[in-house]
């Protein structure tokens, strides 16, 4: 007969076995640990390697073990689980010794859990801090160690735990706290990275570097006693001061460029994918000239709002509590300043009537007369006050307002009310190179650049001109530039001229260069609404976005920059339609390429395929070359070739009551875009054409982007001719005529005697490269 002692040992016994029979079967699957697929974030780089934007919920940066290095291993396992390599998956020897913690502090005080425990934590269970959890979680450590080597287990370890400042797995840590590769690491910051697992916050080197600097002594300690690091390197570990500084994931970022990366990927895998597969994207955007861009377009927009007056300060505050300086700093801090303002504090009038502005991070600062004398009172739109003669005229103590840090000297600024957008592209492939959507990176998520649609006013006219060409028209064929006159939706039609005049018989050439309205209307009148816009959809404009009356002619579509600038590439690449993409290349995280756009094109491309369609023979595209240079150099976009040191081409455009402002141009090397105008549609201001409000960014990005690039132009393709035409007429000219013009012509343009009597015959080869081919000049044809 047993006894109760017997008896009771017994029922215990069962009780045990059947708690760990259930505990097993309601363990739920290693699955998630032995089909290890990390969650990484999508990074995205500009084609120069500039990491430019980072989505995802978890910071981590997967490696593979032959990618951690030796030291850093030793020191998590110091750290952690000194003698992981030779246990089954629990340390009886650290549970006693975490038991016996708890029951003298009468809580969970010690976790005594092998790294395999971890893993099996991480992956599998919550962090609650119960005896349950603790059971399910050896359960899941046996099993774990049974279905995976040591290797692998320190390989998921090392890549998914949490090391604080959102850092998930010591390469996204190394990144975080010192701005370093995992092969970059000292000693002393691979023991500090060991130090976190233990309390990520609580040893946080940045928030606690005393906390962080003992718990590192404990790692290197341990790694000396365990022989995993010399006594040498421990001592100069051990003096090397606690110095990590936070690096975010992205230090140099292209809000507006990343983000248009990202949705067109979201748009293509679904943010699931996107967002934790680890996706690595490069776009075509080169962070230089991206960097060019955003400062063309903030000069050009604060240049804009100077001209239209001072709007006043942000707030008046008052002064009383100016004892606590650094107080106030931080209060001005509230005023975010987009772009390249700051925000300060006007404490006074100084010397010479400048005023004194204190600054958050500057400090007390002084801004010149120079720099207040702009500033005439803005009272409405296109009404300013008188010229100021002193600073009181202009500010008092106690206004908040916004500073810009010119050349030599502080000046007095404003956010622009205006907008901007700037579009550079490769022609010969597409590939964006800037794209610029706003005055501020931060300023929203929309991207005026690809997101708006405006009317580009003359911008549109070559596509119209071009279309004439191709109809066998010539760049001297006359046009009249004379009243029209036409039924509308809301009665009668009437385009005028900017200048208000008109100018009668014109030709194609004059009409462009000095975007004559009328002539241009006409001429579109002339070669059919229908086929013009047939025709301009061949350069990859929506047809159904093109209106089907003559307002055409004048830019009455609505286009986004990027649209329009894509369109002008076939001007600057010979004759080719080509589609703008942003996205070159797409990899997974196991190297897989989702996306390969072909080779790193720079402002040579290093392809011989052609890009696209051919849209126009190179005859067209170098006579309507031709016309967009003479705009730059003689029409209404000649401060731009005043400005620049080698030929450009390009076309102006200003929508009714100078709403927009657009310049479009290009080189052999790069085509781009220029837009100013509000979100909310409204005048710029009377004198606020293409030339004076969109052309001096481009300009400035362009006199940029090509510096240091040997200027480069198109060389006449055979099938042209240079020849004398009276200026009245169109007709040739001869060589005694004093006001005979310079013209390209194509043969077929002239009459058949004059193609028959020697002096140039057809030639075959109208698709040579555009850079070659004889300059036949004909001026003595009678």
């Given at each position: 007969m047993q006894t109760p002692t017997r008896m009771t040992l017994g029922a215990v016994g069962l009780a045990v076995a059947v708690l760990i029979a259930w505990v097993v079967a309601t363990v739920p699957p290693i699955t998630a640990v032995t089909r290890y697929e990390p969650t990484a974030p999508l990074r995205i780089h500009s084609v120069d390697g500039r990491l430019i934007g980072q989505f995802g919920g978890e910071y981590?940066?997967?490696?593979?073990?032959?990618?951690?290095?030796?030291?850093?291993?030793?020191?998590?396992?110091?750290?952690e689980d000194a003698e992981f390599h030779d246990h089954p998956g629990i340390d009886l020897t650290g549970i006693l010794r975490a038991l016996a913690a708890d029951i003298r502090a009468g809580a969970f005080v010690q976790g005594g859990s092998t790294i395999s425990q971890q893993v099996a934590r991480t992956f599998l269970l919550s962090q609650d801090q119960t005896l349950m959890r603790k059971i399910r979680e050896t359960v899941l450590a046996f099993e774990i160690e049974i279905g995976l080597s040591k290797q692998e287990i320190l390989h998921r370890y090392l890549n998914q735990l949490y090391l604080g400042s959102g850092?998930?797995?010591?390469?996204?840590?190394?990144?975080?706290?010192?701005?370093?590769?995992?092969?970059?690491?000292?000693?002393?910051?691979?023991?500090?990275?060991?130090?976190?697992?233990?309390?990520?916050?609580?040893?946080?080197?940045?928030?606690?570097?005393?906390?962080?600097?003992?718990r590192r002594a404990y790692v290197l300690h341990q790694m000396l006693d365990k022989g995993w690091a010399g006594p040498d390197a421990v001592l100069e570990a051990l003096a090397t001061p606690i110095h990590a500084t936070y690096h975010p994931p992205v230090a140099e970022p292209l809000p507006m460029v990343a983000e248009s990366a990202r949705r067109r990927i979201v748009a293509r895998f679904g943010e699931e994918r996107a967002y934790t597969e680890g996706l690595r994207a490069v776009v075509t955007v080169d962070s230089r000239l991206q960097d060019t861009a955003q400062r063309a377009v903030q000069r050009g927009l604060l240049d804009y709002t100077r001209r239209h007056g001072y709007r006043g300060p942000l707030r008046h505050i008052g002064l009383d509590s100016l004892e606590d300086r650094e107080g106030?700093?931080?209060?001005?801090?509230?005023?975010?300043?987009?772009?390249?303002?700051?925000?300060?504090?006007?404490l006074g009038y100084g010397d010479n009537r400048g005023i004194r502005v204190l600054l958050p991070d500057a400090g007390e600062v002084r801004v010149p007369w120079q720099g207040l004398r702009w500033a005439r009172?803005?009272?409405?739109?296109?009404?300013?006050?008188?010229?100021?003669?002193?600073p009181r005229d202009i500010v008092r103590p106690g206004d908040v307002v916004r500073l810009q840090r010119t050349d030599d000297h502080w000046t007095l600024a404003q956010v622009p009310e205006a907008q901007g957008a700037l579009v550079a592209l490769a022609p010969d492939t597409g590939a964006i190179r800037a794209l610029v959507g706003a005055f501020g990176p931060y300023q929203g998520s929309f991207n005026r650049?690809?997101?708006?649609?405006?009317?580009?006013?003359?911008?549109?006219?070559?596509?119209?001109?071009?279309?004439?060409?191709?109809?066998?028209?010539?760049?001297?064929?006359?046009?009249?530039?004379?009243?029209?006159?036409?039924?509308?939706?809301?009665?009668?039609w009437r385009p005028r001229n900017h200048s208000r005049t008109f100018h009668g018989p014109t030709r194609l050439r004059s009409g462009l260069v000095h975007s004559r309205n009328l002539a241009t209307v006409r001429l579109l009148d002339r070669i059919g609404v229908e086929y013009g816009r047939d025709f301009a959809a061949q350069f990859g404009l929506e047809r159904h976005r093109l209106p089907d009356d003559l307002s055409l002619a004048l830019g009455s579509a609505s286009l986004a920059p990027v649209e329009l600038v894509g369109?002008?590439?076939?001007?600057?690449?010979?004759?080719?339609?080509?589609?703008?993409?942003?996205?070159?290349?797409?990899?997974?995280?196991d190297g897989e390429e989702l996306v390969d756009r072909g080779p790193r094109f720079g402002f040579e491309a290093e392809t011989d395929r052609a890009p696209g369609e051919r849209i126009l023979p190179r005859t067209i595209q170098f006579q309507m070359t031709s016309l967009l240079a003479d705009v730059t150099e003689r029409g209404t976009g000649q401060a731009v070739g005043r400005a620049l040191d080698r030929r450009v081409a390009g076309k102006t455009g200003t929508t009714d009551d100078q709403r927009d402002a657009w310049f479009v141009g290009y080189t052999p090397q790069l085509a781009t875009g220029a837009w100013v105008g509000f979100d909310?549609?409204?005048?710029?201001?009377?004198?606020?054409?293409?030339?004076?409000?969109?052309?001096?960014?481009?300009?400035?990005?362009?006199?940029?982007?090509?510096?240091?690039?040997?200027?480069?132009?198109?060389?006449?393709?055979?099938?042209?001719?240079?020849?004398?035409?009276?200026?009245?007429?169109?007709?040739?000219?001869?060589?005694?005529?004093?006001?005979?013009?310079?013209?390209?012509?194509?043969?077929?343009?002239?009459?058949?005697?004059?193609?028959?009597?020697?002096?140039?015959?057809?030639?075959?080869?109208?698709?040579?490269?555009?850079?070659s081919g004889p300059n036949r000049e004909v001026g003595n044809l009678f």
């Open positions: 981590r940066l997967p490696r593979p073990m032959s990618a951690i290095p030796a030291d850093l291993r030793r020191a998590f396992l110091a750290a850092a998930y797995g010591v390469a996204a840590a190394a990144q975080t706290y010192y701005g370093k590769s995992l092969d970059e690491l000292t000693l002393a910051e691979s023991a500090t990275l060991a130090s976190l697992p233990k309390g990520p916050s609580h040893y946080n080197p940045i928030q606690h570097p005393d906390r962080a600097r003992h106030m700093a931080q209060r001005l801090k509230q005023w975010q300043a987009p772009g390249p303002l700051a925000t300060g504090l006007v009172s803005h009272r409405e739109p296109g009404v300013l006050g008188p010229q100021p003669e002193d650049a690809t997101q708006a649609r405006r009317q580009p006013g003359s911008a549109f006219k070559p596509f119209i001109y071009a279309g004439a060409l191709a109809r066998g028209l010539s760049p001297a064929t006359l046009v009249n530039d004379a009243p029209v006159v036409r039924p509308g939706d809301t009665g009668l369109a002008y590439a076939a001007f600057a690449n010979g004759g080719y339609r080509v589609e703008p993409y942003l996205i070159r290349r797409l990899v997974a995280c909310r549609s409204r005048s710029l201001g009377r004198y606020e054409t293409g030339a004076r409000a969109a052309a001096p960014i481009w300009t400035d990005f362009m006199a940029g982007a090509l510096a240091g690039h040997r200027p480069a132009w198109y060389e006449p393709p055979s099938g042209l001719i240079r020849a004398r035409i009276h200026p009245d007429t169109g007709q040739l000219a001869s060589a005694d005529e004093p006001e005979a013009r310079h013209e390209w012509l194509r043969a077929e343009n002239l009459p058949e005697d004059v193609l028959e009597d020697g002096v140039l015959t057809r030639e075959p080869g109208e698709d040579r490269d555009r850079r």
